[in-house]
């Protein structure tokens, strides 16, 4: 029981396809964040929230679209995604933005995206 | 552009042995610095924590800062099968985390 959870755990979509990723947290966190994470690179920030608020957008693609309705839920829709958009997508939160040693990231399993 | 180095690996030690993950990182204003586990299929999970110059253990675990290097490393002690994975390395500036590319980690029996 990780406290964040995201589904699906896999998605496999075509390019002309829309869908979307959901992550929930369950540990009362302000701070919620969307990383990928692509096979030998470095897990890369896509998106920060902070109590609903976007404070990152770090230069993704607009057919990447956040949505944080409340502090407890994030989305990410996808919409003409590229075979290179295909990644691990994970999810975290934590109480203050960055985190701390002693209240650090929590992070989801992922969704596994496949794009055909 | 911040960014955190590690060696992807893997690094292959006997079980019982020292394993030893090292990083680098670029961002003179990173203050604390962070070692994530990652076993495959999973979300990284932090094991450490450092932000002062030196030592820090923790059980078998040891995080070590050089801030005038600019190098960060942790040392995994009796090392056992169950210690294969992933290891990421994270630097914290403000209040954006910069991952490294992590670093595999097999302990052999």
């Known amino acids: 029981e990780t406290g964040v959870t995201q589904t699906p755990r896999h998605l496999v979509m075509g390019m002309t396809n829309k869908k979307s990723l959901k992550c929930e947290q369950h540990?009362?966190?302000?701070?919620m964040y969307w990383y990928k994470q692509s096979a030998k690179k470095p897990l890369e920030l896509m998106f920060v929230?902070?109590?609903?608020?976007?404070?990152e957008n770090n230069s993704v693609p607009s057919r990447f679209s956040p949505e944080c309705p409340n502090s407890s839920h994030l989305f990410l829709h996808l919409h003409t995604l590229q075979p290179e958009d295909s990644a691990l997508y994970l999810c975290?939160?934590?109480?203050?933005?960055?985190?701390?040693?002693?209240?650090?990231?929590?992070f989801g399993d992922g969704t596994r995206l496949s794009i055909l | 552009q911040k960014e955190v180095e590690q060696n992807s690996g893997p690094l292959s030690v006997p079980e019982g042995a020292i394993a030893s993950l090292n990083c680098t990182y670029s961002d003179r204003g990173s203050q604390s610095f962070f070692w994530y586990r990652q076993y495959s299929g999973k979300s990284p999970e932090l094991i450490m924590f450092?932000?002062?110059?030196g030592d820090k253990e923790d059980g078998r675990f040891t995080a070590q800062l050089n801030k005038a290097s600019q190098y960060v490393s942790l040392l995994i002690r009796d090392s056992q099968p169950s210690d294969s994975a992933t290891y990421l390395c994270?630097?914290?500036?403000?209040?954006?985390?910069?991952f490294g590319r992590g670093t595999s980690l097999i302990v052999h029996p």
């Open positions: 929230y902070s109590l609903e608020e976007r404070v």
């Open positions: 540990l009362g966190h302000n701070a």
């Open positions: 450092i932000y002062s110059n």
């Open positions: 975290a939160s934590s109480q203050r933005l960055g985190g701390t040693g002693n209240q650090p990231q929590h």
């Open positions: 994270a630097g914290l500036g403000s209040y954006i985390p910069t």
